[in-house]
């Protein structure tokens, strides 16, 4: 069993940055890819990143590619979303998530654990 929880976002400029965290509790993080999902308002969720337990190889949507750096640290426990540049149509809540492949995580399968989310709006 994986519990999560994300931390980090907030109201922030367009042009700004965020660093969201996602905090695990469990001993078998460290065996699970992770990725970060989004949901706006009125939309369904989608893929934002992710990465492989080793934390080797990474995944990002084409929306985000180049303003966003996913990480993790699995002595931690943790794993780390890094956005830059953001922009009003990244406003969504954002949730972490732990399954059985960074490669397919985009189509969101094989997903065992999600977290609560945590807000991210960013204004005009």
């Known amino acids: 069993q994986v519990q999560l929880v994300e931390s980090g976002g907030g109201l922030v400029q367009a042009g700004g940055s965020l660093r969201l965290s996602c905090a695990a509790s469990?001993?078998?993080?460290?065996?699970?890819?992770m990725g970060w999902f989004r949901q706006a308002p009125g939309k369904g969720r989608e893929f934002v990143a992710a990465?492989?337990?080793?934390?080797?190889?990474?995944y990002y949507a084409d929306s985000i590619k180049g303003r966003a750096t996913i990480s993790r640290d699995n002595a931690k426990n943790a794993v780390y979303l890094q956005m830059n540049s953001l922009k009003p149509e990244d406003t969504a809540r954002y949730y972490c998530?732990?399954?059985?492949?960074?490669?397919?995580?985009?189509?969101?399968?094989?997903?065992?654990?999600w977290g609560q989310g945590t807000q991210v709006t960013v204004s005009s």
């Open positions: 998530a732990a399954g059985r492949g960074a490669h397919f995580m985009d189509r969101m399968v094989a997903i065992d654990y």
């Open positions: 469990g001993r078998t993080f460290s065996s699970y890819a």
């Open positions: 990465i492989s337990w080793a934390g080797g190889t990474t």
